[in-house]
């Protein structure tokens, strides 16, 4: 008899969000020592009284391979492990009617501002509506709704916050970063859609340098090497960010930024978070 495969220690709920009115279905994988024995030996012997937490953006694509590299990526010892939090959408059994869902449903969440082009052209492409740029919403969901339930449902660490991304998850992160800088203690953000909506987020940067000569943040920004065609200019775009942010100097701004040779942007989201969490979460 075949049975559903699970990722050990592992749950899933659904939240209704009241600001962005839409539901999510949220993984949480515990750490293998979240629930240790005072005796336990070698992989649990050093685990932490409060957790740091990964909390994924496309939790539907990301959140079990985060939780694949986080587990045994501990036992080595120069980084901890982690409660994982996956931010997807919910399923229905279906994997391509799941996969077509989840691509359509994160242009609203993940997109910072309106684009109505950009909205025309994937709802042709769908053959279904997809409106974008509520990340204004989808911010004060994390901010409001989940990450007080976390903190206040599991052994979580509010000192250890860590957003991944990737693609339209990367620009949502950079739009955090400057709507709300000390959210997370930690960035992983990979291949970034800057080209959004006229590169919407230079002109953000551009608006908080204006203002603020801090900006506390730990970001790790990665970008493969073949993002880069006549149509996609990802490796460029991205590498021209960091430069800016380098340039400004802001107080309490720690920035990595990593090339990853012979990847393009599908292929580039698993090393490039991997080693966005090796930083991270480094003892």
Known sequence: MSQPVTISGSELRLMQSKHSGRQYQITISLPLGYNKAADEGWPFN?????????????????????????????WCGSTTDAIVVGIGYPETGNPIADTRDSFTRRDHDLTPTHDPKVEASMSEFYKRPVPNGDAAGFLKFLQDELIPTIETDFRADPAKRILAGHSYGGLFGLFTMFEAPTLFSSLILGSPTLSYDNRFTFDQEAAFAKTNQQLPAKVYLFVGELEETADDTTMTDTLRLAAILQGRKYGGLSLVKHLFLDQNHCEVAAPGIQWGLKHALKR
Not at 49 to 72: C, F, H, K, Q, S
């Open 46 to 74: 050093e685990t932490p009284e409060r957790w740091p937490v990964v909390y994924v953006l496309d939790g539907n694509w990301y959140a079990g391979m985060v939780t694949g590299i986080i587990r045994p990526m501990a």
